[in-house]
């Protein structure tokens, strides 16, 4: 059984910054990649980027390049999530997941997900 754990989630004001973890399985998948996603109320998960763990190869959306940044801790078994510049637009509740081998954009793909995290910026 695999399960990931999501925190760090909270307010902040606008042009502020927030750090997510997603706690990995202490044993897990030696090839595999993580992918944050979110979702807004009534709206669609979204992709939001994706590492990959052996690498530290990191892909991102769009709408969050050059503002968000992901990295893992391979000690802590740890996938990071660092949000600078926060919008409004950001507020959503953000989920970690993982597949085996290569990320993606699709959730679909994605076999293991955490419980999700709320963050919402206030202006």
């Known amino acids: 059984q695999v399960r990931l754990v999501e925190s760090g989630g909270g307010l902040v004001q606008a042009g502020g910054s927030l750090r997510l973890s997603c706690v990995m399985p202490a044993r897990t998948f030696t090839s595999y990649a993580v992918g944050w996603f979110r979702q807004a109320p009534g709206k669609e998960r979204d992709f939001v980027g994706s590492?990959?763990?052996?690498?530290?190869?990191?892909y991102y959306a769009d709408r969050v390049k050059g503002r968000f940044t992901i990295s893992r801790d391979n000690a802590a078994n740890t996938v990071y999530l660092q949000m600078n510049s926060m919008k409004l637009e950001d507020t959503a509740v953000y989920y970690c997941?993982?597949?085996?081998?290569?990320?993606?954009?699709?959730?679909?793909?994605?076999?293991?997900w955490g419980q999700g995290t709320q963050v919402t910026v206030s202006s």
């Open positions: 590492i990959n763990w052996s690498s530290g190869s990191a």
């Open positions: 997941a993982a597949r085996r081998y290569g990320g993606s954009d699709n959730a679909r793909l994605y076999e293991y």
